[in-house]
């Protein structure tokens, strides 16, 4: 793992500016998400300060800048939390936090909050299956959830062990219940699904991949081969995808990304509006803007492979789809101009404008 300057491929390290060292240097200090990369993304990257891929993993001192609109705790997921681990927000659905380390952070990430500044591939060693008890007791007494999100951090960063542990008291929890992981190690560690992790897997059917995608140049040779591995040894995988301001917000570069999965067997599943995680504003794209880009992405894409465009309300008001009707008015409150956006109830949300 790559958490320094130093760390990095010599042309990259060669490219950090002095403004960009002074604020790696104080990330700790001002408690910002810290810096990890793993060698296979870093080598993805090139040098120049605005590239896609390297903006996604390098820290930005625009981080630094107070977001009136950014929230700790940007889902609203403790409204819905029923054990430490476990949120239950849809009726049969649930997402277990399984684990609280990734292979490296992405600078968009809204799960900042939980991941405590561990990385690499050892599982947080105060974070045992001591404390999924209480999620595993939860979906037993729960039978009409059906499936279990399991996510984090990022659940591969846990060993096949681990995995296979967590797998099997799931299974002995709800011997029916349908496994969905919720991981970006595909992309950024792909040489992590060994032929024994995918047979795992296999094992644990029905269990399906939801992999984090976000630029073509992402899907690299090993990267596809690890996702075809999995696709041919019949592990669905789709893929979720955040817009992101300067990175993706180009229709061409998203039917690219999307027709490039499709190849390779995986199903577009996803496109989200950036969540209000602080230290993220200037990765955010305007949401009407972000719904032109998505129109103009249904005239490049079929309709079957085009994924959809939805934005977990901000506060805990749950997911909803985005298109032109979406947007239900516009207000100015203490933060400055919002859009209201309705949950299925019709409850009033709130999402920045500009
Ligand atoms: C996104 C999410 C789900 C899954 O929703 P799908 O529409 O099935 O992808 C379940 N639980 C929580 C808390 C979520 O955020
Ligand atoms: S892999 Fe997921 S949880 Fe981890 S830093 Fe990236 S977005 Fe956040």
């Known amino acids: 793992m790559i958490n320094s300057i130093e760390g990095l491929p010599p ?20 408690g910002l998400l810290p810096f ?3 060698p296979h993304f870093a080598s993805l990257a090139r040098p120049e300060r605005d590239d896609p891929i390297r903006r996604q993993f390098f820290p930005d001192p625009r981080e630094a800048i107070p977001d009136p609109f950014a ?11 029923v054990a430490p681990c476990l949120v239950h927000q849809y009726r049969n659905r649930a997402l277990l936090l399984a684990a609280k380390t990734c292979a490296g952070y992405c600078r968009h990430c809204f799960r900042r909050a939980w991941i405590p500044g561990k990385v690499g591939f050892h599982p947080d060693p105060s974070f045992r299956s001591d404390d999924w008890n209480a999620a595993f007791a939860y979906l037993a007494a729960h039978a009409e959830i059906g499936e279990v999100l399991v996510s984090g951090g990022d659940p591969l960063t846990l060993d096949d062990d681990k995995l296979g542990e967590l797998f099997r008291l799931l299974r002995g929890a709800r011997a029916d219940i349908a496994l969905r992981l919720c991981t970006r190690v595909p992309i950024t560690e792909p040489s992590r699904l060994e032929a024994k992790t995918i047979a795992l897997f296999a094992g644990f059917r029905p269990l399906w991949l939801s992999v984090h995608v976000n630029h073509p140049r992402e899907l690299s040779a090993q990267s596809r081969d690890s996702l075809a591995a999995c696709v041919k040894a019949g ?9 992101l301001q300067g990175i993706n ?3 061409a570069l998203l039917a690219e990304l999307f027709q490039d999965c499709l ?10 509006q950036l969540d209000l995680a602080p230290g993220t504003a200037h990765f955010r794209v305007e949401l009407r803007r972000g719904l032109a880009v998505y129109r103009e992405l249904g005239r490049l894409l079929p309709g079957p492979n085009l994924p959809v465009y939805a934005v977990d309300l901000p506060g805990g008001g749950g997911k909803i789809r985005l298109h032109e009707n979406a947007i239900a008015g516009e207000r100015t409150s203490e933060k400055g101009a919002e859009y209201v956006l309705k949950d299925a109830n019709g409850r009033e949300w709130y999402y920045p404008a500009g």
């Open 249 to 251: 917000d180009d229709p």
């Open 235 to 243: 592990i669905p995988v789709k893929t979720q995808t955040v817009l």
């Open 263 to 272: 190849e390779l067997g995986l199903l577009p599943y996803y496109l989200f």
């Open 11 to 30: 042309g990259l390290a060669a490219s950090v500016s002095a403004e960009e060292k002074s604020h790696i240097a104080g990330i700790k200090l001002r």
């Open 36 to 38: 990890a990369v793993t």
């Open 71 to 81: 929230l700790d705790d940007p889902l609203g997921e403790a409204r819905h939390r």
